[in-house]
């Protein structure tokens, strides 16, 4: 069975750092990997062979990359016993050369950003560009803790995880965000596992992946009466508005749904269309208010398939459909200054503020959560499937009178 080493290499002038590097024998065969660390004389065990733990006298911020670089030196020490382990299983003749050539292939393969880089590639492909917006900010926040892009999928462990989890708390990120973030790393993680990149370490076991309970987003009716009262003739805030209204019609239909929306949607009375969420089929009553809103953004979408003008470079073209949900958030909130509301306006608020107001109408639970398209436990979606789609409708019908 091969042998592996952890060598330093000693700088020719003392003054100089010194290079770590791994040393490979297989059948007196030596082969020698060289890493990136390089650390002074005093910074290596020379009986142990293998780098010292941060002493007391090191700076927070000294302690933390020295810790950062044994970390990575174990994960890459462990990367190459799997490899051999990996030949001695599959009982077939190799060599040194062998594994310093599978090594260099799986540390591109195995890379955290490399591989959640192409996770985040994945969904934009797929369409999920809110999702992958969501890997996006996870992957710089803790590329930011990291301070290095060579990391290996297997040097994640529960030990640099709370570390992560601390530095949050002390930027000030707060609980749910901290949680949040974990839990897309974990689902990463859990990928590379499926794909064999990694061995389950658990890396994630010693850290909040909860939701704390937060005060939901919500405005009354009167608020949405008054936003769509509101006179915004020749104003850029106009188009901004009537998506808010538009997506409260809608029993709160999300904005990529509401981008996707396509002229042959609306047929025989109704809107029908799949949520990008869950691939759930809707339906919805098209109402006279609905109507309204597409005939007064006709001129701009006559030469498109779609109801609304946001995709106009098409579903692929992310950048213009964020650049659009962008305005849009930013013009609401203008909206919200203007009516002197406390609450902040978003689309997600004329979800929530639509389940609320049906709620406060006495509309069944059962039926709002038909109409939300809500699908997340076996036991609501077994039970909402005896809920008639003329309830929904009919729910829908009342809360609009309303405005």
Aim: glycine share 4%; charged share 25%; net charge positive.
């Amino acid at each position: 069975m091969a042998s592996i080493k952890m060598k330093f290499r000693a700088p020719l002038h003392q003054d100089k750092v010194g290079m770590i590097y791994f040393q490979i024998i297989h059948r007196r065969l030596t082969r020698q990997i060289a890493t990136s660390y390089r650390v002074n004389l005093s910074e290596w065990n020379v009986i142990n062979r293998n780098m010292k733990t941060p002493d007391a006298a090191r700076t927070e911020e000294g302690s933390r990359q020295l810790t950062s670089m044994i970390q990575s030196l174990q994960g890459e020490y462990r990367l190459l016993c799997r490899i051999v382990a990996n030949f001695e299983k599959k009982q077939e003749p190799y060599s040194s050369d062998s594994i310093v050539s599978v090594y260099r292939q799986m540390a591109k393969e195995c890379s955290w950003v490399a591989f959640m880089q192409s996770v985040i590639s994945e969904m934009q492909r797929n369409g999920q560009y809110s999702t992958a917006r969501n890997y996006q900010s996870a992957l710089n926040s803790f590329s930011r803790f990291l301070d290095d892009g060579s990391l290996l999928l297997d040097q994640i462990d529960a030990q640099m995880m709370r570390s992560y989890e601390a530095w949050l708390k002390v930027r000030g990120v707060c609980r749910n965000t901290s949680s949040f973030y974990m839990r897309i790393l974990r689902a990463v993680y859990s990928r590379a596992v499926e794909k064999g990149l990694v061995e389950d370490r658990a890396p994630f076991r010693r850290v909040y992946t909860g939701v704390d309970k937060t005060r939901k987003r919500a405005v009354g009716i009167d608020v949405i009466k008054a936003i769509r009262q509101l006179d915004l003739t020749h104003s850029r805030a106009c188009f901004a508005r009537d998506m808010f209204v538009l997506s409260f019609c809608l029993r709160g239909i999300s904005f990529i749904d509401l981008a996707k929306l396509r002229k042959a949607d609306v047929r025989g009375g109704y809107l029908h269309y799949t949520r990008s969420k869950t691939r759930q089929s809707l339906s919805v009553k098209w109402e006279p208010i609905m109507q309204e809103m597409v005939e007064r953004y006709q001129t701009a979408t006559a030469d498109s398939e779609y109801l609304f003008p946001i995709l106009r470079g098409g579903v692929a073209n992310n950048k213009a459909y964020h650049n659009v949900q962008m305005r849009i958030g930013y013009h609401l909130k203008r909206i919200a200054c203007k009516l002197g509301l406390t609450e902040n306006l978003t689309l997600y608020v004329a979800r929530h503020s639509w389940a609320s107001i049906a709620r406060d109408s006495c509309v069944p639970m059962s039926v709002i959560s038909e109409a939300l398209g809500h699908d997340s436990e076996q036991t609501t979606r077994i039970y909402l499937q005896s809920i008639q789609a003329s309830e929904v409708d009919k729910a829908n019908a009342q809360i609009l009178r309303k405005i």
